[in-house]
């Protein structure tokens, strides 16, 4: 009988076995493992407001973007300093309290604390990544927006430090700490810088 | 006889091909990711001592135990101050170092290291989460017990602190970097504040 | 004919319902997710270049390797301190901007800003961590390569702050943000450090 039908069906209505089924289901289970939809979002969180630290989650959301992850940075607490049309003017690195930034001579921090040394530091900060063809924080803003990064702003921390929609360059959306972590629940990379 | 016998059979007995295998397959992972437990799990890591780093991990957490998610926050290092007994007077934020932290006035570092800088700074954040209704640390706390967030301190640094249990809040679990790793790698949501 | 075939037949080449298959499938899609590649991988970032901050990147990958998983730390900015062959003493901690930092008596910031007070704290830290016998920064650094752990410097960062392969000790691999971020969007534990 099996001598009979096989020739003249076609594979696919063939009797399947259990050991068949078990066998189609390992093979779309590690395909679906290789397309898991986790891996291909992206969810950053940027805290800080310092020139240093605006560079990190720009850096890695346009990588991931441009690996063709969705991707999205919550801006929040004085991580919203990025995002401000000021940012320029914000953005500062101050080397008290951070001795591991490098500098040209060891500075204790009573000198340090001088007036006028916060902002020799954010030029020389500025200096050493335009001399190395890093892109500047408003280029990668720019670079961000255009690969379609998803810059947030969370609306609670705005409030509390007095910013309105209209301080903030264009591009950015508003939102909140809920709708943030609805998207990083679906997403294998989830930082918070 | 098959003639005969099909009309009279549920669908369900019909005799299946590879390809109606692997729709099947395809709606069943689908529903898995849907369902993908990883996406229920938050495991935070707070390790600053300050007073508003420890806002993020406590909003964070409350809003991922919200959504119903199964959230831990692991308290290490300067984290620790966030639930010991005396948080209200260990929780300080100091303005020296910080060049992103909004102030009324700017203020050059030799000044903010000024003695009383530091409460003045504090007693500003406080009254201005206050004043835009942002919990209390004490409150996210309570919130995070009463919604179901695991409060777990790291025996490891709480001993190289000089720190005993009964120096935290009620509530707090006690446990190692290696409990935190086993339900970390179970969670979509890993961050480290 | 089904009635002669299938009582000399092995069960597992029994005709299976829909309902059958989608048992099957269900079973081996828990198992999948048990087995789930990401939960056995963790892609850590360490960004920061003080005494204290070295701690948590590594604890946290030997641990997560300890575990069995697959686990790169990613060293960028002020981390590329932590590999330095000179890392004994590039590594201080700073008691200045960080209130957390538990000091036998207060001292208010402008008395922890005079020279002197940096090696001070890092001297008090290193010996608090001794005296409960956590392992040293070169200790675990050893610990971490010998269990696997692959230690990643940033190329980018390593131009601008103008370090060569030369600088950083042995067993370092070079690389950059797109080939971490390859292996972070397939790991569940993904931190900034």
Not at 129 to 147: G, K, P, Q, Y
């Amino acid at each position: 009988m099996l001598h009979d039908a096989e020739p003249t069906t076609k594979p696919t209505t063939l009797k399947l076995t259990e050991d068949d089924v078990r066998r189609i289901v390992r093979e779309e289970v590690e395909l679906a493992f290789k397309r898991d939809p986790a891996a291909r979002r992206a969810s950053i969180i940027a805290s800080k407001g310092t020139l240093d630290w605006a560079y990190p989650p720009l850096i890695l959301a346009t990588t991931a973007a441009a690996a063709g992850m969705d991707t999205s940075i919550f801006f929040t607490f004085y991580g919203l300093n990025i995002i401000h049309k000021d940012s320029a003017r914000k953005l500062k690195v101050d080397p008290v309290g951070n001795p591991a930034m490098p500098m040209p001579v060891p500075i204790p921090d009573i000198v340090s604390a001088m007036p006028g040394m916060v902002p020799l530091a954010s030029r020389m900060m500025r200096s050493r990544f335009a001399t190395h063809n890093v892109a500047t924080i408003a280029e990668l803003l720019d670079a961000a927006r255009d690969i379609g990064v998803r810059l947030i702003a969370c609306q609670m921390t705005m409030e509390v430090f007095g910013y309105s929609e209209a301080d903030f360059i264009g591009g950015v959306e508003f939102g909140g700490a809920a709708a943030f972590m609805s998207q990083a629940r679906r997403s294998h990379v989830t930082m918070f810088i």
